[in-house]
């Protein structure tokens, strides 16, 4: 089954600066949905943005997605510590409730 | 998060002990799955309920056993776990339809000794 990968794996940055991570699939998709999860916690549903869209914004928050080289990325703008957690991509093909996660992109916000 | 609750939050269990864990959705989701999360691995699906049904079963170990008595709740029964079962356990319930984002719970950190 297909899944998602992140890239990179760990990003350190300041407070304030931005964060970008990838994410790539490998076969057609219905959506692709971007999570995150503090320490130890649940995940939590950050972003849906589906298969005919490219971009999609909620907040400091920008999603975009290239069906052609079947990838996505994250933006976080103006980070802050609070942001530190990690973040997870999740595609869904079947329409059968089924997600298949990436392994996660860790980030942590130095305040 | 209070949407789905789990508990425990944290088990400590023997490999020949029998225990439970439960969750409950307050959301009217239809839909509800268990996920284990393992260190430096992706997070895996083990088990779907659509309306009570199980709709997939992700070739999990029968030590590992799932029931759905209703939409708003799920257990999944343990027995006879290994070491390696040592893993986060997560539940989540989505709306039921397609394409829809999952809610999570906090988890049930699990330890197996």
């Known amino acids: 089954s297909q899944q998602g990968e992140e890239d990179p794996q760990a990003l350190s940055i300041q407070e304030g600066e931005n964060a970008t991570m990838n994410c790539s699939y490998k076969?057609?998709?219905?959506?692709l949905q971007w999570y995150r999860q503090n320490s130890g916690r649940g995940l939590v549903h950050l972003i849906l943005i589906r298969s005919n869209e490219r971009e999609k914004h909620s907040g400091r928050l920008r999603v975009t997605l290239d069906t052609s080289k079947k990838s996505s990325s994250l933006l976080i703008t103006a980070s802050r510590a609070a942001d530190t957690a990690s973040y997870f991509c999740?595609?869904?093909?079947?329409?059968?409730?089924?997600?298949?996660f990436g392994k996660g992109n860790q980030v942590v916000v130095i305040p | 998060e209070t949407g789905v609750t789990q508990t425990p939050r944290h088990l400590v269990m023997g490999m020949t002990n029998k225990k439970s864990l439960k969750c409950e959705q307050h959301?009217?989701?239809?839909?509800m799955y268990w996920y284990k999360q393992s260190a430096k691995k992706p997070l895996e699906l083990m088990f779907v309920y659509n309306f009570k049904e199980q709709t997939e079963n992700n070739s999990v170990p029968s030590r590992f056993s799932p029931e759905c008595p209703n939409s708003s709740h799920l257990f999944l029964h343990l027995h006879t776990l290994q070491p390696e079962d040592s893993a986060l356990y997560l539940c989540?319930?989505?709306?039921?339809?397609?394409?829809?984002?999952?809610?999570f719970g906090p988890g049930t950190r699990l330890t197996v000794t």
């Open positions: 989540a319930s989505s709306q039921g339809s397609k394409s829809n984002e999952q809610y």
């Open positions: 959301l009217g989701h239809n839909a």
């Open positions: 999740a595609t869904d093909a079947g329409g059968n409730n089924r997600l298949a």
């Open positions: 076969t057609s998709i219905n959506n």
